[in-house]
C-alpha cells in the first residue's frame, strides 16, 4: 500500500532561517507529489506539485521542492522563514495508475517560527 | 468564484446516532472527494466521486457511505457514530484534468 512518511513532526525556526521539511513516500509505480499547508483556522491549500518535468518545482509564498526519484523523496525548502510561515504543512501523492485523485498524506509537521 | 462549501461547520451528535455533511464543490468541478482528520492518524482518505459515481474508497468500515448529485454537490453519511467518529472532515473538489484538489473548511464532528 502506498504511504507518505513526514519525518518531523514540529519543528521550531527563528525568522530568517531556512527549512527543508522532508518527505518520503512507498510506491513503485508514477506518482503526482504534493505540499499542502494548513494555517491555523484556515483550510488546506496548494504550496506546490510536481506532475512530471523539471524536479526542482517552485511554489507559492516563496517555497520549493525537490523531487529525486532515486529516493522517493520530495522535500520542501525555504531559505528564509517567516513569522506568517507558522502552519502545518502534509506531504501527498497521487498515483497514476488510479483514476481520481485520492490523495495519501503524510501526517504532517507543524512548523513554528519566532519572531 | 466560490470555494468549496461544507455545511454544517461543527455538529455535535451521540453515540449510536447517524449523521450528513454536505458539500458543495466549486462550479464545474466533477470530482468529490471526502478525508477524515484526526491528531492521532492524521488526513485519511475516504472515498471520491466523479460524475455521480463512486471512483475510489480508502480503508474505512460500511458505516461511511457518501453519495454525489447531477449538480456534483456530495453528502457523506457516518451511521451508529463511535466515539472514535469525532474527527474533522474535509471535502475537496477537482475539476476533469485531476491537476489540484481544492479543499473547504470542513465540518468538525463530535460524538458524545
Known amino acids: 500500500a502506498q504511504s507518505v512518511s513526514q519525518h518531523n513532526h514540529h519543528v521550531i525556526l527563528s525568522e530568517a532561517a531556512s527549512l527543508e521539511l522532508g518527505c518520503n513516500y512507498s510506491?513503485?509505480?508514477?506518482?503526482?507529489l504534493f505540499w499542502y499547508v494548513q494555517y491555523p483556522g484556515q483550510h488546506l491549500q496548494l504550496l506546490l506539485k510536481?506532475?512530471?518535468?523539471?524536479?526542482l518545482v517552485k511554489g507559492i509564498k516563496g517555497f520549493e521542492a525537490e523531487f529525486i526519484k532515486s529516493k522517493f523523496s520530495f522535500n520542501l525548502r525555504k531559505p528564509s522563514v517567516q513569522w506568517s510561515d507558522t502552519a502545518e504543512y502534509f506531504c501527498?501523492?497521487?498515483?497514476?495508475?488510479?483514476?481520481?485523485?485520492?490523495?495519501?498524506f503524510g501526517k504532517g509537521t507543524t512548523l513554528s517560527v519566532s519572531s | 468564484k466560490a470555494g468549496v462549501t461544507q455545511t454544517p461547520r461543527y455538529l455535535i451528535k451521540t453515540r449510536g446516532q447517524q449523521v450528513t455533511l454536505s458539500c458543495s464543490p466549486i462550479?464545474?468541478?466533477?470530482?468529490v472527494s471526502w478525508y477524515q482528520q484526526t491528531p492521532g492518524q492524521g488526513l485519511q482518505f475516504l472515498f471520491e466521486y466523479f460524475s455521480e459515481t463512486q471512483r475510489n474508497k480508502g480503508n474505512f468500515p460500511g458505516r461511511f457511505s457518501g453519495r454525489q448529485f447531477s449538480n456534483s454537490r456530495s453528502e457523506m453519511n457516518v451511521s451508529t457514530l463511535e466515539l472514535g467518529d469525532s474527527a474533522l472532515y474535509l471535502c475537496a473538489s477537482s475539476d476533469y484534468l485531476n491537476t489540484e484538489a481544492f479543499f473547504g473548511q470542513g465540518t468538525r464532528l463530535t460524538v458524545v
Open positions: 501527498a501523492v497521487n498515483s497514476l495508475n488510479q483514476a481520481g485523485t485520492a490523495l495519501i
Open positions: 462550479s464545474g468541478h466533477r470530482s
Open positions: 510536481y506532475f512530471s518535468g523539471d524536479p
Open positions: 510506491y513503485g509505480g508514477t506518482v503526482n
